[in-house]
C-alpha cells in the first residue's frame, strides 16, 4: 500500500526575526519543503527543534508545540514540513505558517 502523509500540526515558525527569514523573504513559496532538525543541546530549550529552508535556519517550531515534534525526531521517526502560509506582516508570529507531516502506511498504528 501506498504511504499517506498525516498532517500533525500546523504551526507559525518561532525565531523568524532572529534568523534568515528576512533576507530569504522573497524566494520563499507556499509548498516548498522545510527541514526538521533537533538541537537538543539548545541552551534556552531542550525539546528544540530547528526549521530550515535549503539549510538556511528560518527559526524553530515553537516551544508550545515542540514536545511530540521533538520525541518523534529523537525516536527516529520522519517528519516532513512545508510552508502552509505566507503574509507580510509586521508580526514575525505571523509571517511564516508551516505544516508538520509524517508518513504512515494505512493499518499502521
Not at 532538525?37 to 539548545?42: F, I, P, T, V
Not at 538556511?56 to 527516529?76: C, E, F, H, I, T
Not at 508570529?93 to 502506511?105: S, Y
Request: overall charge positive; hydrophobic content about 40%; glycine content about 8%.
Amino acid at each position: 500500500m501506498q504511504p499517506v502523509e498525516v498532517l500533525l500540526q500546523t504551526s507559525p515558525v518561532a525565531g523568524f526575526q532572529y534568523h534568515q527569514g528576512e533576507r530569504l523573504w522573497s524566494r520563499l513559496r507556499t509548498g516548498q519543503p522545510l527541514d526538521l532538525q533537533r538541537e537538543a543541546d539548545n541552551a534556552y530549550n531542550g525539546k528544540a527543534v530547528m526549521v530550515l529552508w535549503n539549510g538556511q535556519k528560518l527559526g524553530y517550531v515553537p516551544r508550545a508545540a515542540n514536545v511530540a515534534v521533538s520525541q518523534m525526531l529523537d525516536r527516529g521517526q520522519t517528519l516532513r514540513a512545508r510552508i502552509a502560509g505566507l503574509k507580510a506582516s509586521s508580526d514575525p508570529w505571523e509571517r511564516i505558517q508551516m505544516d508538520i507531516l509524517m508518513e504512515t502506511r494505512p493499518g499502521q498504528a
